[in-house]
């Protein structure tokens, strides 16, 4: 898998080994970058990113690339945190990032010590776990960890019910392949 724009545009980044990831693929990730971009205005400059259920770190290593100032990577499985250091330290990207092992419905305040509000959410669990998504940023919010104008990506299967998050609405969703892309916003932006 490869970085797709920015800095280390063409560089590669490397899966967990084992079976419990479904990384996204290029076609999807591209595809949500030119969403936020052209569809959101995004520039990702100094943005506070938090990739959970993060996999490879793909999601917010791309982010990096592309100019977000930190970003937060959570996920439970082992070989998920090992792939993502290694793809960090391969990019000499570790001051701009924070590795945690951790179940993101069950995360402790010692994650996000010292760190700002976020920005921007990616969310790609294993899409039986689809429903955690909301669980987390319900929680995440409440303790503050997400800015009040904050855009929550989604992904999940496109057979999926789509989740309403508290204090934040859908504003747009696309269907690439069997990737449903879902954008929250929050309630608070329009108030």
Known sequence: ?????????GRVIHS??????RPTSSRVKESLFNFLIHGFGIDFEGMDILDIFAGSGSLGIEALSRGARFCNFIDIESQ?????KNNIKSLGLEIKSNVRRSDVVKV?????KDQRPVDLVFSDPPYKDSFKTKIAIEDFSKKGW???????IAESSSRDEIDN????????????GDTQLCVYVSKKVDA
């Open 80 to 84: 998920s945190i090992l792939a993502i």
């Open 108 to 112: 402790d305040r010692h994650v996000m």
């Open 146 to 152: 997400i800015s009040e104008k904050a855009i929550i």
């Open 165 to 176: 998050i508290l204090g934040f609405e859908i504003s747009k969703k696309k269907i690439v």
């Open 1 to 9: 898998m490869k970085i797709i724009g920015g800095e280390f545009s």
């Open 16 to 21: 967990p080994k084992g079976k419990n990831t």
